[in-house]
């Protein structure tokens, strides 16, 4: 690990969009700045992803200064979209846990329902210090998390998915790879390390903030998701299921919380921490 560096930061404004890949990033305690405070919910209040709807892998949202976005996608006029006042507030299901949210404009929910051809509106977390605590099972106390699946950030290596790309290379569906690792929407990517070195992190230090290691990350069909054109395939969860399956998960990847806020730099050293 002594040559372990950070390789890339990458910010996701709007739960299940696009995001940006940007030279540093400010850690929160909730994961980073700007990252998963906006998101998308049906008219039940559920949180929609690619899960359901892969062709949000073909929305972007690049964020403005103040915490507003701006919106593009395909056949949709670009929409900035400005941080709601939180005079009122909505449920949104994330997961099953309820979460109270901000409603963005009535703009902002037709320019997203026009992008899938179906009802749904955008929420804003105005405080994410107090509206969504982590899960109890992996959380300290005063642990709170975004609109993120489970944790404030989760990092994937290098050498991983080379050494998962050699095994997609050998099975069954070969032609599919290799697979880029915008597949998995990671936080942070570490170069530098051993293949699967990750599965024995407790900790890690990148530059000046540590983190704790949660837990590892299962992964799901948004993997199977190509990010630049949302149709699907069999990988990697094919190849997953064979070779990095624990308890009925199949992993790739590990959660991270902050023990304290900062800042991270891409070429930033990584130090694994007991």
């Known amino acids: 690990m002594g040559n372990a560096r950070l390789r890339s930061i990458h910010v996701h404004p709007v739960k299940a969009f696009r995001g940006v890949s940007p030279r ?8 980073l700045a700007g990252d998963r405070r906006w998101t998308l919910i049906d008219d039940g209040g559920k949180v929609v992803t690619q899960r359901e709807q892969p062709r949000l892998a073909l929305a972007a949202a690049e964020p403005l200064p103040g915490g507003g976005i701006l919106l593009s996608g395909p056949g949709r006029e670009p929409l900035e979209v400005a941080v709601p006042e939180p005079v009122a507030t909505v449920p949104a299901s994330v997961f099953g846990t309820k979460v109270a ?4 404009s009535g703009a902002a929910h037709a320019w997203c329902s026009g992008l899938l051809g179906a009802g749904v509106r955008l929420v804003h977390m105005d405080d994410p210090a107090s509206r969504r605590p982590l899960d109890p099972d992996y959380a300290r106390p005063g642990e709170t998390v975004s ?25 069954d569906h070969a032609q599919e790879g290799p697979l880029p690792m915008n597949r998995f929407r990671p936080s942070v990517v570490v170069e530098g390390t051993e293949p699967w070195a990750e599965d024995g992190w407790s900790g890690l230090s990148i530059g000046e903030v540590d983190f704790r290691v949660a837990k590892p990350c299962a992964r799901c069909v948004v993997t199977t998701t190509d990010q630049d054109t949302a149709r699907r395939g069999r990988e990697p969860l094919h190849t997953l299921a064979r070779h990095r399956k624990a308890g009925g998960r199949l992993l790739f990847g590990q959660n991270l919380v902050p023990l304290a806020p900062g800042t991270i730099r891409v070429g930033d050293p990584v130090r694994v921490s007991s």
């Not at 540093?24 to 994961?31: D, F, L, S």
């Not at 609109?147 to 099975?171: H, M």
């Open 101 to 104: 949210a901000v409603p963005a």
């Open 147 to 171: 609109f993120a699946d489970g944790y404030p950030l989760l990092v994937t290596t290098v050498a991983s998915l080379d050494a998962l790309n050699e095994l997609v290379a050998r099975g």
């Open 24 to 31: 540093e990033a400010v850690v929160e305690p909730w994961g």
